[in-house]
């Protein structure tokens, strides 16, 4: 049986998919973003090795408060950096009739990462920039593991929700929004494309790893600028 290291847990996750989640925070990412709000996850070696059937004596405990609608959220730093463990887990859940969903920003593909995927019944998927040279400026690699699940995803016809941070001054002109339209618009099981605000929060976990956000001196994004954003896309991706 795999294991794996687990940063956190959230027991009452209202923003990671359907319903209420328990949310399995996995240790360990690739990428370097600069408006990450957990560069505390970043370290492989971090946070704490546990068993597929200790996480579910967890998620067991937790599984009253799920409801109807809720279920399971698998995020990071990156799961699919932990792809082997994130698959039985998964496993696991359906087992047990538990819904899961995958929170990721993508990863290259091979058999085990697809089949972690494969394993979930609802990916969310964080695309940074829709253009590739503002995606590796931002996260410090290239996109091809962000194309590769959107590609997969597609192929399968799994459901997906699309993500993506706004940034004041950074990605928030309209040209942005319309290029992350024309990136989704044909995905055959696309449930959803929203846009998140920017905001400082994480500010405090670069401070004390003693690291400097690129955007430590950026305003939160506030609602009243974010809904036009918004708006453009939901009107994109109705064309």
């Known amino acids: 049986m795999a294991t794996g290291r687990i940063h956190s847990y959230e027991t ?14 996995l240790q360990g990412c690739p990428l370097r973003c600069g408006y990450c709000h957990n560069p505390d996850t970043w370290d492989c070696r971090g946070g704490t090795e546990a068993t597929v059937e200790e996480v579910m004596g ?10 109807r609608d809720g279920g399971v959220t698998f995020s990071g730093g990156e799961p699919l950096a932990q792809a082997a463990f994130v698959a039985e887990l998964a496993a696991a859940c359906a087992r047990e009739g538990i819904h899961t969903a995958l929170d990721t920003a993508g990863y290259p593909l091979d058999p085990t990462v697809e089949r972690a995927i494969d394993a979930c019944d609802l990916v969310i998927l964080d695309i940074k920039h829709a253009r590739p040279e503002r995606f590796r400026e931002l996260a410090g690699a290239d996109w091809r593991g962000m194309l590769d699940v959107l590609a997969h995803t597609a192929r399968r016809r799994q459901p997906v929700w699309i993500r993506q941070v706004v940034v004041p001054g950074w990605n928030d002109r309209p040209e942005d929004i319309l290029a992350l339209a024309d990136l989704i618009r044909d995905h055959p099981a696309r449930q959803r494309a929203e846009l998140l605000a920017y905001h400082t929060m994480g500010q405090r976990k670069w401070r004390q790893l003693g690291l400097l956000s690129p955007f430590a001196q950026t305003p939160p994004m506030s609602a009243a600028a974010l809904a036009p954003l918004q708006q453009l896309l939901d009107d994109a991706l109705r064309q």
Do not use: E, M, S
């Not at 009452?12 to 925070?25: A, C, E, H, S, Y």
């Not at 967890?58 to 409801?67: A, D, K, S, V």
């Open 12 to 25: 009452l996750g209202g923003l990671d998919g359907p319903g209420l989640r328990t949310v399995v925070f």
């Open 58 to 67: 967890r998620i067991r405990r937790y599984r009253p408060y799920h409801g």
